[in-house]
């Protein structure tokens, strides 16, 4: 059964800053999903990354995917308050139709002025 | 274009007492998807519908249950309320399940059970 870690699960940092969320799953996935979660809101979809190096960039936010070492990360570049947010991590497992995506426990990222 | 609906918004339940959860997916999807947020549970996969059939089911008692519709609507219910079964319950719809097929999110309809 897949097994997905996150780290770290709080993380603040001040604006302008880079850091990097980092996702381990635990067996063979073949796709690895970025969300983001506003407070009481739903989950925004912001990455699907299919196969090993795989990159995605969108404004100050990049995902990578290191199928060998079974790790994506999602780095963040010069921090803006916005970005403050929830992230979670979710690894797909496919097997003969079957479809379910497995989360991790999610970073919850606060931008501090 | 239409995101995923979810009705009821909030909800409050006493014990033992039955809900019902709907979700409208985004039109042309066919699949929708059903998971739960618990607080410090984190988000736990319930149950998958595709083309009116459950394929999937998560590590969730019998109480669980759901359909889906000719429409690609989808129920989702509990009964015997539990206290642990307050949550957020989430559900989702993709186009299908390809590698690439982006699960999509409705608001959530929250529970809570007193």
């Known amino acids: 059964e897949l097994k997905v870690e996150q780290n770290p699960l709080f993380l603040s940092m001040q604006e302008g800053k880079n850091y990097t969320i980092y996702c381990n799953y635990s067996?063979?996935?073949?796709?690895l999903y970025w969300y983001r979660q506003d407070p009481g809101k739903s989950l925004e979809s912001l990455f699907v990354l299919l196969s090993n190096g795989a990159v995605k960039q969108e404004g100050r936010l990049m995902a990578s995917l290191d199928t060998k070492a079974r790790l994506s990360t999602l780095h963040i570049t010069a921090a803006v308050h916005d970005l403050s947010a929830t992230y979670f991590c979710?690894?797909?497992?496919?097997?003969?139709?079957?479809?379910?995506?497995?989360f991790g426990t999610g970073t919850r990222l606060t931008i501090i002025p | 274009e239409a995101g995923v609906t979810q009705s009821p918004t909030h909800l409050i339940k006493t014990r033992g007492q039955q809900v019902t959860l709907r979700c409208s997916p985004i039109s042309g999807h066919t699949s929708v998807y059903w998971y739960q947020q618990a607080l410090g549970l984190g988000l736990q996969f319930l149950l998958w519908?595709?083309?009116?059939?459950?394929?999937n089911r998560g590590n969730f008692p019998p109480r669980f249950s759901g359909r889906q519709f000719p429409n690609y609507s989808s129920e989702l219910n509990v009964n015997a309320l539990e206290l642990e079964d307050s949550a957020l319950y989430l559900c989702a719809s993709s186009p299908g399940t390809r590698p690439g097929d982006t699960q999509y999110f409705g608001p959530g309809t929250r529970l809570t059970v007193l």
């Open positions: 979710a690894g797909g497992s496919s097997n003969f139709g079957n479809e379910k995506l497995t």
């Open positions: 067996t063979t996935s073949d796709r």
């Open positions: 519908y595709d083309e009116g059939e459950e394929r």
